[in-house]
């Protein structure tokens, strides 16, 4: 009984947090918009990272190249042809998911066939190239300067409002949850979670697992892109700097931080490193240790993430519960 209220249990929780989120925000200030506004964009990259690393078991370090490509076509395409000035904003979106979806395919045929660290290192290397160009094709992305873009775009929906912005995010965001937790639930997700937990089986029942998990790192590109496209938006400039290899590695993080393989937790360890990073550098110059504690003592203590603390609460009380019992048997035989 108890198992078949837990999934209802979870929703409403997540239903009440996001509600929360909704409602809280708007009152707490320019600073915080700006900032929940961030960690709304990194929670869908995050959560585009969770499809790879949690559900197929894909630990990948290129999730930063799709975040920029999306982000330099948007720039491009604002800056040289104010494109996505007006109502064309929602055409740059879908142009955004593309590009990523199609960097992400091209990615994937020499990635998909590695597994293990040398996927790891592979969606590296590819990575790099994309920091690469950016840094170096001077003519399109403008080098180290980055590209700055214009405000953001007025068609009846005032976007340069901090605030409508952030509405616009949460509504790109709430999309991309309710679209991932439909995939993974779907028989194509669960074939995923199959792939994960045994390849060779898998195979062995007749799936083409090379082609699920092509179709999977795809996905994963396409809702990158869709982060790109927002964060450029929202920061105003897209440079080298976002395309490093720091920016893989915090979504990376913010996955194993919250709870692979559960999408929600991806989310909440974007909230938690956004914050924890723009607060602790208002305090210490040496912030990046403390955060990298933080997850150390994650990976070291709680592998399964904060999401996983619910569980395990379960679990010690399923146990005392237990122990109690023995003990009154104990006592009641002698």
């Not at 199609?102 to 293990?116: D, P």
Request: with cysteine; hydrophobic share 55%; proline share 4%.
């Amino acid at each position: 009984m108890k198992d078949g209220h837990a999934p209802r249990r979870k929703l409403l929780i997540v239903g009440a947090a996001l509600l929360a989120v909704l409602v809280i925000t708007p009152f707490s200030g320019s600073y915080v918009i700006v900032l929940v506004t961030h960690a709304l964009i990194f929670a869908i990259l995050a959560m585009s990272l969770d499809i790879l690393l949690g559900y197929t078991g894909l630990p990948s370090l290129g999730q930063a190249a799709y975040l920029g490509m999306g982000g330099y076509l948007t720039a491009i395409l604002a800056t040289r042809y104010q494109f996505g000035l007006d109502w064309t904003f929602w055409v740059v979106v879908a142009l955004g998911m593309l590009i990523g979806a199609a960097t992400a395919a091209f990615f994937g045929l020499f990635a998909i066939r590695a597994t293990g660290v040398y996927f790891l290192m592979i969606t590296l290397a590819l990575g790099m190239c994309v920091w690469g160009l950016a840094y170096r094709w001077n003519s399109v992305t403008g080098g180290d300067n980055g590209i700055v873009l214009p405000p953001r775009p007025d068609f009846g929906i005032q976007l340069a409002d901090d605030l409508t912005f952030f509405y616009v995010v949460f509504g790109f965001f709430l999309a991309s949850l309710v679209m991932m937790t439909i995939l993974v639930g779907s028989p194509f997700g669960r074939s995923l979670v199959g792939i994960r937990e045994n390849e060779l089986r898998m195979r062995i029942l007749g799936y083409n697992t090379w082609l699920h998990k092509y179709i999977a790192f795809i996905i994963a590109g396409a809702f990158g892109g869709l982060a790109g496209v927002l964060w450029a938006h929202a920061h105003g400039l897209v440079s080298p700097e976002d395309v490093i290899l720091a920016t893989s590695v915090d979504a990376l993080l913010m996955v194993v931080l919250g709870g692979p393989g559960t999408l929600v937790g991806g989310a909440l360890g974007a909230g938690i490193v956004v914050a924890l990073r723009e607060y602790l550098s208002t305090l210490v110059p040496w912030w990046q240790y403390v955060l990298g504690g933080v997850y150390v003592l994650t990976i070291l203590y709680l592998p399964g993430g904060l999401m996983s603390i619910p569980e395990r609460v379960r679990r010690w009380r399923a146990q005392s519960r237990g122990a109690g019992v023995e003990k009154s048997l104990e006592s009641a035989s002698h």
